[in-house]
């Protein structure tokens, strides 16, 4: 009986196989990327006394888990029958045919998260301090990646999926909002009136 459940599971699956698994990725990376941008910008905000270098380990196992998920979200689409994807078409913005603009958001958030995160890598090179204003823009890859989502995800109607990215996304922009209102606040005053 076992065997003919795992038989049928598997003829019901095979076709979709490809895209079931991108849409899993693209959820995992959702709830990846939102955990390391709360983390970073708790860290930034130095709400995190004592704990700072542990953060900061978990905060880069999450980045580069979110960008491991993410390739794997784009290249596995290259697999499905139904999209017919080619290699371009899902790394290169505006070139794919499927919902261009929402792909091409993904595209372009997938490019700057990689380019962002792992300019981490080379901070001694660049500068810290060139590389603490590069990584501000990790905040707008991020949303990018939020706005392909509920632009383009199978999944973006269903109450799940918005109930889920809402209990990942909001800390994540709430911490945001603070940060800019903080920036903000703090350039006004340095500003003479």
Same mark, same amino acid.
């Given at each position: 009986?076992?065997?003919?459940?795992?038989?049928?599971?598997?003829?019901?699956?095979?076709?979709?196989?490809?895209?079931?698994?991108?849409?899993?990725?693209?959820?995992?990376?959702?709830?990846?990327?939102?955990?390391?941008?709360?983390?970073?910008?708790?860290?930034?905000?130095?709400?995190?006394? $004592?704990?700072?270098?542990? /953060?900061?380990?978990?905060?880069? +196992?999450?980045? #580069?888990?979110? =960008? !491991?998920?993410? %390739?794997?979200?784009?290249?596995?689409?290259?697999?499905?029958?139904?999209?017919?994807?080619?290699?371009?078409?899902?790394?290169?913005?505006?070139?794919?045919?499927?919902?261009?603009?929402?792909?091409?958001?993904?595209?372009?958030?997938?490019?700057?998260?990689?380019?962002?995160?792992?300019?981490?890598?080379?901070?001694?090179?660049?500068?810290?301090?060139?590389?603490?204003?590069?990584?501000?823009?990790?905040?707008?890859?991020?949303?990018? $990646?939020?706005?392909?989502? /509920?632009?383009?995800?199978?999944? +973006?109607?269903? #109450?799940?999926? =918005? !109930?889920?990215? %809402?209990?990942?996304?909001?800390?994540?922009?709430?911490?945001?909002?603070?940060?800019?209102?903080?920036?903000?606040?703090?350039?006004?005053?340095?500003?003479?009136?």
């Amino acid at each position: 009986m076992t065997s003919l459940n795992t038989s049928v599971l598997a003829t019901a699956v095979g076709p979709h196989l490809f895209w079931i698994t991108s849409r899993a990725a693209g959820i995992a990376a959702l709830l990846l990327s939102s955990l390391a941008v709360c983390l970073g910008l708790l860290m930034s905000a130095r709400l995190s006394k $004592g704990r700072r270098s542990d /953060l900061r380990v978990t905060h880069e +196992a999450l980045s #580069l888990a979110t =960008l !491991a998920a993410l %390739a794997v979200h784009g290249l596995t689409l290259t697999g499905d029958s139904f999209l017919n994807q080619g290699l371009a078409e899902v790394t290169v913005p505006f070139v794919g045919s499927y919902k261009t603009l929402w792909t091409s958001t993904g595209i372009i958030a997938f490019w700057m998260m990689l380019l962002l995160g792992l300019s981490y890598y080379v901070r001694a090179k660049i500068g810290v301090q060139r590389w603490r204003m590069l990584h501000r823009f990790t905040a707008l890859a991020w949303i990018l $990646g939020i706005v392909h989502s /509920l632009g383009e995800g199978t999944d +973006a109607g269903q #109450l799940w999926f =918005l !109930a889920m990215s %809402a209990i990942a996304v909001i800390p994540a922009l709430a911490l945001l909002v603070i940060r800019w209102a903080g920036a903000s606040r703090s350039s006004n005053q340095a500003t003479p009136a």
